[in-house]
């Protein structure tokens, strides 16, 4: 179980990676389309549905409570869409390193809320 300062700090770390995969998927979405108008609606659309996937299925108050399978399979699917966003606009290493960052992140999280189910038990 970590301590509280670093609870804190790895929940923190992990609404910054959240604000981050929305950005990388507007930035791909505007990057990607063919002209403004379509650029616009990609830039809006894909980090929206995301958005929307994380509200119902994997925030702290998820309006759907799913299994932590479900929550870390969204999590997953976010993540690693803006990872494969940021390959793909040529930005190989950020996307890396991105998802290093999540997974280590998504890890301690899990590991941390397993810790504090068992200890409460």
Request: with cysteine; aromatic share 8%; charged share 10%.
């Amino acid at each position: 179980m970590l301590s509280r300062p670093l609870h804190v700090l790895n929940e923190g770390s992990a609404f910054l990676l959240e604000l981050c995969a929305l950005a990388a998927l507007a930035w791909w979405g505007y990057r990607t389309g063919e002209n403004t108008a379509v650029s616009l609606l990609l830039a809006v659309t894909a980090p929206g549905v995301a958005a929307v996937a994380w509200g119902l299925f994997a925030a702290p108050k998820a309006r759907i409570h799913v299994p932590l399978a479900g929550v870390l399979t969204v999590k997953a699917l976010v993540f690693g869409a803006a990872a494969a966003a940021l390959y793909a606009i040529g930005h190989h290493m950020l996307a890396v390193i991105f998802a290093a960052v999540a997974l280590l992140n998504t890890t301690v999280a899990t590991l941390d809320r397993r810790a504090l189910m068992h200890q409460g038990r």
